[in-house]
């Protein structure tokens, strides 16, 4: 065989299992993904595989000026790391140890940027410098202290009546999405034929109001971080454009219709997500935030959608980031502060209550990652339970819970919505059903309340 047709003959093989091996990876993201539309599904799967990741041995990444940082989550600022200060020798080794092995990271990636000495770790911070670092002391005990921060767990508060067993909490609840003139632009909207279009966006208005009332009967303060189907964010679309355009570029791709992706994107879902966050984070400064969200599996056109026989339940909370995540110098120093202020174990004790109410009042099955996911880690406890780093439960400095029921382009989900929000039941398939923003609403403040019942010091007056 002469050297030209070997080569030929390397090539092509090389060429089919590349393109062999990148089928298989795209057949996993998308079996993964319950919802395409919860992560944008165009180049962003591809994104994280080309992110420049910091070497191991302290040098710098290049960031060019005008450029799309690589070093940061879209949008996202430089952190301060002395804001750790405040958590020194709060948390023993184990529990660093554990907390950041076994919920907030799916592999060993973490290990390119922290390093666990005896009585110290010693965390990468600026990325785009050489040999920079930042040093957390562990506690000397055996205990952790009690850690400083904004929200309060259940052991900060003080005892509660069983009629107001939410006294003195404060509840942020997050209706997720925009609606209205917004849906199709968030890609949040389908129709089929006349029917009434099917909105992500105010399902979950109607479901948050319905919540709001019921907590603040049981005694919470509770705020919404948005009344309307109008954004929180005062930017629209063309303010990003130039930094579209640099993330674009970043990805290869000087296009009009990627950059008008990442546009539409920076306006509807991140900075919309930042805009909330300040709301929360410097307004309501609450003990617990709710993001709520309906589920879907992909539905292609909006007009003609693709509806399935697949329905389900699950209840997200933060951790198990990427090696691509957590080579973001923001997002590792959010997930330190998570870490740091112990939000975990407040986020399963209240995660276990909803995803139980919400299997029992739904009746839905819980759905369920890929077995070794790379984005998500079944939490024990209850089914349907499951930690993943959104941008949402990242940044709301507090317990974020994140319940997704219901498949919206399911047939059943469809036609429930189609009734609306009416008070008592409805017949729906044989079955007496409450409205589906009702079931849900309750079922997220029955969860809520059987945690604090059980856990707070109760008593009758
Ligand atoms: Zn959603």
Redesign the pocket.
Known sequence: MSTAVKFVITTLVVLLLGSVAFILFLHQQLQEAP?P??RPPTASESESQEEASPLPDGSAVTVVPGGHDTTLADLGTRPDWHMLDLWQETITRENFTRLLTQIYTVDDSWKRYITIKPDHAVIRTDTTKPNTYYELKFSHGYNDSSPDRSWKSIDDLPPATTNKPLADLRIAIDP??IGGEFAKVEQ?WFQIGDNKPVM?GEL?LTTARLIKRQLINLGAKAYLTRGTNEPVNPHRPEFYRELATAKARSLGKTDEQTIQYFQNKFFYLTGEIRARARRINLAFRPDLVLCL????ERWDDPENPTLTNKNHYHVLLHGALTSAELAHDDERFEMLTKILQHNHEQEKGLGIAIAKSLAKATKLPAYNYQPHSKRARKVKGAEGLWARNLLANRIYQCPVIFP?PYVMNNQEVHDRVQLGNYKGKKKINGVDRKSIQREYADAVVEGIKNYYLANRIIYTP
């Open positions: 919802n539309f919860e997720g999405h949040r992500e979950t969200h309906y589920n879907a997704e």
